[in-house]
């Protein structure tokens, strides 16, 4: 259920078995998940079916629907034919949906920043980089770093970016791996062919956050994700055209947390409102894209994706 049950549920009840002319009186009790618990259910001569309320156990996942027993036990006036009934809890919840579009505008926003920014680097024969947000060299010319020696020369720079006789170790720094990839990029571009055109090939690794509060038809909630995209590319250029294709790999992990707390109120006639939680997602994508350099000033460029991936809603204490 979307929010935390103000009125009690009907759920219908057939009556099995044999009736008596006078009706009957059958003892019930649920299974794990609902608020039954025992008690009993009056038919009168001539029912066939009964309605009993229960309160529903709130959560805030649209699961498709779960489902519940029902036992029908010590029956007066009436014999027990079937004891057992399934009851279906219908729910259009906010979550995972909630997180996952905005999950999903993230990662589109890391993967349009990663194109953009490979369409704006000069198209040079050559190859560029970062490792750890530390510019790299790839000319020839800069020479190769050699033991006890600096291959710029005096006053020049070696192909890390380090100063004459200052030493790389003295640029080092303590990081994680993933500290060393959201760092780190690079773009290999060929020599023009025959036709005039190149081809690149580039990459790159970006990390970006959201939170946001979730409100409406009595549900609201806090929730946060952080998203790690890696993108790898090739794309060919010819005259005024430019024709691409990215492939781009991403995660993220969040939470969410309902507000207040989380203890039956009046407000919800004893219904228990939603938990909190962690949402774990995974997607990978191919994203086409092209760019037409109109005139001099004027260049338009346009990209689509289709992908596929995976969402885990892990609820406190339990995985659902």
């Known amino acids: ?12 009840h057939p009556a099995v078995g044999a009736l008596g002319p006078a009706g009957a009186c059958l003892c019930l009790g ?3 998940g609902s608020g039954l618990g025992a008690g009993g259910v009056d038919f009168r001569p001539g029912e ?9 156990h709130d959560d805030s996942h649209d699961d498709g629907g779960e489902t519940f027993e029902v036992y029908f036990y010590d029956a007066e006036g009436a014999l027990i034919a079937d004891g057992v009934a399934v009851s279906t809890i219908e729910n259009d919840d906010p979550l995972p949906a909630a997180w996952l579009k905005r999950f999903g505008r ?7 920043d990663g194109i953009v920014g490979r369409m704006a680097v000069p198209r040079t024969a050559g190859m560029q980089g970062t490792i750890a947000g530390q510019a790299l060299s790839f000319d020839p010319a800069a020479g190769v770093p050699a033991a006890g020696g600096n291959p710029a020369g005096p006053g020049g720079t070696d ?3 380090a100063p004459q006789g200052q030493s790389l170790a003295m640029q080092s720094r303590t990081m994680t791996a993933r500290d060393a990839l959201l760092g780190s990029s690079f773009s290999l571009t060929g020599e023009r062919d025959g036709a005039g055109g190149s081809l690149a090939f580039w ?16 549900t609201e909630f806090t929730l946060d994700g952080t998203v790690t995209t890696g993108l790898l590319g090739a794309d060919y250029a010819h005259g005024k055209w430019l024709l691409g294709l990215a492939l781009a790999k991403s995660s993220a992990e969040g939470d969410y947390a309902a507000l207040g707390d989380g203890n039956p109120s009046p407000e919800t006639d004893g219904g228990v409102p939603a938990g909190d ?43 659902r």
């Open 106 to 112: 993230t990662v589109a926003e890391q993967a349009l």
């Open 277 to 319: 939680g962690s949402i774990e997602a995974a997607v990978t994508a191919a994203i086409p894209y092209a760019a037409l350099q109109a005139s001099e000033r004027l260049e338009l460029w346009g990209a689509a994706g289709y992908g596929t991936g995976e969402v885990t809603v892990k609820t406190d204490p339990g995985d």
């Open 203 to 218: 990459g790159r690794a970006s990390q970006g956050r959201f939170d946001g509060t979730e409100r409406g038809d009595g």
């Open 1 to 12: 259920m979307r929010r935390a049950a103000r009125a009690p549920d009907d759920v219908h």
């Open 159 to 161: 192909p890390f970016g």
């Open 48 to 56: 066939t079916v009964t309605t009993r309320g229960i309160f529903i």
């Open 30 to 32: 649920a299974g794990v």
